[in-house]
Structure formats: C-alpha cells, structure tokens
Nanobody, 124 residues
Framework: QVQLVESGGGSVQAGGSLRLSCKTS????????VAWFRQAPGRDREFVAH????????AYADSVKGRFTISGDNDKSTVYLQMNSLKPEDTAVYYC?????????????????WGQGTQVTVSS
C-alpha cells in the first residue's frame, strides 16, 4: 500500500519561498510517478509539477515554470517542491499524488494515491 504524507505548507508574503515535502512509502513501481496538484476554493484541482523516480524526468505547469522546482531524494523516499517568487494566485491546498504509469501525468483522475493536502497562503 502506497502512503503519502505532505508537510511544509504555511503562509508567506508575495515574493517569498516555501518548500513542500511528500514522504512516500510502499512499492516503488506503484508510486513511480509523483506529482503535486493544487486546488483553490471554487476551482478545479490543477497540475503543478511531476517527478518520476525511475527516470528523474520532471514536468511543470506553465504557470509555475521558472519559479518552482520538483526533485526527489531516493534515500528519504521524499519528493520536494521548492516554490520561489510566490504570488497570491499560488494560494491553494497542495496535494501530493502517486501512480505507477508515467502516462497522463497531468491528469488528477489518473492518480491512485493522494496525500491529505497542505495549505499554502500567499499574501500581497
């Protein structure tokens, strides 16, 4: 059984930084694709970034390219999302998700496993 535990959310002023962590456990091939999604009030859940354990490939939403960096630490089985130059529109609950396939990595419904979410609030 794959488990995901997020941490690192909080409140920050515009222009600031936060680092989110997603501690993963369970069979590696079942959680090979790990992604961060976010959901603001009244909006659909949207893709933010993706990391693949077996290839180290990454992918980003256009809205966060150049500001956010996703990475993985094999020893700690943890995926990080470093968020810099934060904007008020980045405010949302951020979720870590995992699945086995490296296809359709931007689609929320393709993921089998989800964390509990962590709140990120950016004030202007």
């Amino acid at each position: 059984q794959v488990q995901l535990v997020e941490s690192g959310g909080g409140s920050v002023q515009a222009g600031g930084s936060l680092r989110l962590s997603c501690k993963t456990s369970g069979r590696l091939l079942s959680r090979n694709a790990v992604a961060w999604f976010r959901q603001a009030p009244g909006r659909d859940r949207e893709f933010v970034a993706h990391f693949a354990w077996t290839t180290a490939n990454t992918a980003y939403a256009d809205s966060v390219k150049g500001r956010f960096t996703i990475s993985g630490d094999n020893d700690k089985s943890t995926v990080y999302l470093q968020m810099n130059s934060l904007k008020p529109e980045d405010t949302a609950v951020y979720y870590c998700a995992a699945k086995s396939s490296l296809l359709s990595v931007t689609i929320p419904s393709a993921y089998n496993y989800w964390g509990q979410g962590t709140q990120v609030t950016v004030s202007s």
